[in-house]
């Protein structure tokens, strides 16, 4: 089974940058639906950002204009840039993949496959 293999995270100062790559290991990212997600200990996982096969994104309210998703046909890489950090970006960071835009309902996130989760600290 495929999977998706996350790296880049770390601690960054309050206004720094990171950016996150992921590599699915048995697909293309142009032939899925891919997305960000980030999770705090003890509150519900929380959906940053996505990027459909057509090309459309779509982020969180709370990273608009901070974080950009992108990716990298030739090398098959998902990324997310992650600009002007704050401590509240502090989190377990997922990749995830599948055949429909992943999202969340209610305390759920749904998606056919979830990257290992990588850690990113905010703090000065």
């Known amino acids: 089974q495929g999977k998706l293999v996350e790296s880049g995270g770390g601690s960054a100062r309050p206004g720094g940058s990171l950016t996150l790559s992921c590599t699915p290991t048995?697909?293309?990212?142009?032939?899925?639906?891919m997305g960000w997600f980030r999770q705090v200990p003890g509150k519900d996982r929380e959906r940053v950002a996505f990027?459909?096969?057509?090309?459309?994104?779509g982020y969180a309210d709370f990273v608009q204009g901070r974080f950009t998703i992108s990716k990298d046909n030739d090398n098959n890489i998902l990324y997310l840039a992650m600009n002007n950090l704050e401590p509240e970006d502090t989190a377990e960071y997922y990749c995830a993949a599948g055949q429909f835009r992943p999202y969340c309902k209610g305390f759920y996130c749904y998606a056919d496959n979830w990257g290992q989760g990588i850690q990113v600290t905010v703090s000065g």
């Open positions: 048995q697909w293309a990212v142009q032939r899925v639906y």
């Open positions: 990027l459909d096969i057509d090309g459309t994104t």
